[in-house]
């Protein structure tokens, strides 16, 4: 039997998690593959750390050319994460004509086209199944089952943490600082989570999807984000009242001939599929021309399930590997003529903190639809408030453009007895 | 651009669906194949039958020889369905370098190895993604991104009809003679639903599932089935008190060594992601040794997501078109030495309807402990009855083997105050 080799940087949570799948499942993985995928050398920083697993001293190295310039290596697998040295150790595998196998969504999101570029050059594959939401293989799925599609919307969980802290805000009626501080405390939330909170991690993800699903190019950080830190738990529990859950979407959605796309804490409705995923799990709800509604649902982050990813696209390349070039099919889905757009028209919820005086609902409801905005329902909670406290008033407005809603937001707080706008959350219908 | 030809077999609602999506999304599949598909051909059993489709005439043949034989034609589309011709026609086919896919479960599940011995004989792909779930891209998730895993436990709601009359049952208290008749007026189960209610069409799709998963093949119909015809109105709500939904499931799991397997409808937590999959959905939850929980969600039947399903199956072969046979990737996993197993243990759920005197309860939970079965819950209701008028007595009862169960519930039943089993089911704790 043939023995494929494979370089691998980094051996942290996942590095470990694809160490020992390929270890566990061996059998099963030379039956399908014809091959005998053995892991013959280990990128780490210190080759003295202790580490929870056994390996052979010669396999570790804290010299990256050991790998990129070894010629026996046929795949190097990147786990070191953050731009660089990933993205240079990566374009020097290729260029050396090896296979990469990737989880990195910073360098894919951001200069994967590099990657490609080499990739072609040299004849070999470059893949990266386990850079978005871990274990659920949706680029495979996009990129095959489901190419004769075109799709209408992606609309995903995919930020373990944030899900997390919402779930549990949701829950148990908690503060998003102490449930922060809690994540932190059981290694569910980095010590600096703001990548994670902020929105950044998974505008990453939705513009890796977005070039798999529809063909378009978009940095990252021009996706228009929002991430949890300011959603409270009142907002939490209005909208719970509302029949809706806040979760952090991301969503790319056809619009004519645009897409829109944002990252935001937004309300869906409780009786929807995605609502029912909680803490750690992710999830894509995907609406396909052909397909109509599909979801995957699992686990999008951890040792095992990202190692998943990591050893299906490993096992990809070795069933390919006598056929090269011929089957360098490429993961990226065909261009299409969509122009990025950012956030269109939405259903929102606002979040009013406005004084307890006689009219206030009149005159806030006339501004709405002084600015063409309908209303879809009003709640006013002054139960458990003091005589002459100010109170929140909550509205979830029909379909608006930001354009429109934001003029009459200004209009309505230069009145003296609104107090505040507290909130802003769209609402997400995914009928 | 090259040319790739399509003969179809049979223009029903898959076939017209095939035939709407090659169409619509055409600018898109050329793109990422680099060629023109084509239908050529397309087999009927009336060529003068009005259709809604608007085919040219000589696209339509009575004549099967006339795609099976047509040297021109690379890829046969077979969407009649059961056994024979299908069969035939698919094997021909093969033998004459044709790639084949097909929707054909029945064909695919009993036949499938003769069927793959003539393709890899002939150095062709033959393809079935549609057998199973319509859109749901699993058979493809199972063998390509998610083939580094061992799996622990496929369960699957995989019969639209089924589920669809059980979701009715459940939401508006109806009888399941009611809701299959109201099913049958829209269309939604068959004037002879025997297929879709007495399991045996999720026993073929369990037994490719089976096969893709566990490399283990098991003649669909000696998996233990049982259908929903026997599921009534009172056990649903029942199940409901004690927080259980009942859903038609295909179960596969593995047991030390053995393969347990079996269709029969079964209670699943509410809060189990599968108890949300309402009326004409399927989903499939899936546990794999590496990637832990996933599920896969979407529509199992219907002329556009069936029609998906083949439309992707046509873009593999078209993408590996150039490198054959070089690419002939099974789609079987590898043969495991699992050997299959009927019913393991499992908690169930009794309803026996009893005589309203003392002693009763005492009885009938001291034979369960005799025979060494823990009983979890038990609900007694006699509201609403006449005094001296039989009630229902509800068990859910701890892990057993039927081997336990039959003779402690043979005993129970010798008493003359137990009138009736009305109903036995598994619980599926799904943890």
């Known amino acids: 039997m043939k023995t494929l080799k494979i370089g691998l940087l980094g051996l942290g949570n996942v590095g470990t998690g694809t160490y020992e799948i390929l270890a566990m499942n061996a059998a099963k993985i030379s039956a399908l593959t014809g091959c005998e995928i053995v892991i013959s050398k280990v990128l780490v920083s210190n080759i ?125 009626g908690l503060n998003y600082d102490d449930v922060l501080k809690d994540a932190q405390a059981k290694g569910f939330a980095e010590a600096d989570p703001s990548s994670d909170v902020e929105g950044e991690d998974v505008a990453y993800k939705l513009s890796i999807l977005i070039q798999t699903a529809f063909g378009l190019k978009i940095p990252p950080l021009s996706i228009p984000r929002e991430g949890i830190t300011k959603v409270s738990k009142d907002d939490i529990a209005y909208a719970s009242q509302f029949g809706y859950k806040i979760k952090l979407l991301a969503t790319a959605k056809k619009n004519g001939s645009t897409l829109e796309c944002h990252v935001q804490p937004a309300l869906i409705p409780v009786s929807h599929p995605l609502a029912s995923v909680s803490n750690e799990f992710n999830a894509l709800f995907i609406k396909g021309n052909a397909v109509d509604d599909l979801m ?71 501004i709405f639809g002084d600015h063409g905005i309908s209303i879809e329902s009003v709640m006013q909670r002054s139960k458990g408030k003091s005589e002459g406290e100010d109170v929140p008033v909550i509205y979830i407005l029909h379909e608006s453009s930001r354009q429109q809603l934001d003029p009459a937001l200004a209009e309505i707080s230069s009145y003296p007895f609104i107090k505040e706008v507290r909130s802003i959350l769209r609402v997400e219908p995914l009928n």
């Open 48 to 172: 003295n750390k202790k580490r929870s697993l056994n390996l052979p001293a010669d396999l570790l190295t804290e010299n990256a050319a050991d790998i990129l310039s070894d010629p026996e290596i046929d795949i190097v697998v990147e786990l070191i994460g953050g731009i660089h040295p990933a993205f240079d150790y990566m374009l020097t595998a290729l260029q050396n004509k090896k296979h990469v196998v990737t989880a990195n969504k910073a360098v894919i999101a951001t200069l994967g086209d590099e990657l490609m570029s080499a990739a072609a050059a040299s004849n070999v594959l470059l893949k990266y199944e386990a850079s978005v939401a871990g274990g659920i293989p949706i680029l495979n799925a996009l990129s095959t089952a489901l190419a004769g599609n075109e799709f209408d919307e992606i609309v995903g969980i995919i930020n373990g943490t944030t899900n997390y802290i919402l779930t549990q805000m949701t829950d148990f």
């Open 296 to 366: 995957f649902y699992g686990k999008g982050a951890g040792s095992m399930p990202t190692g998943s990813a990591i050893v299906g696209d490993i096992i990809d390349i070795a069933r390919k590997l006598d056929c090269l070039p011929c089957c360098l099919t490429p993961q990226i889905s065909a261009p299409t003529k969509l122009i990025f757009a950012g956030e269109g028209k939405s259903m929102y919820y606002i979040n009013f903190l406005v004084a307890d005086v006689p009219g206030v609902l009149g005159k806030v409801s006339t």
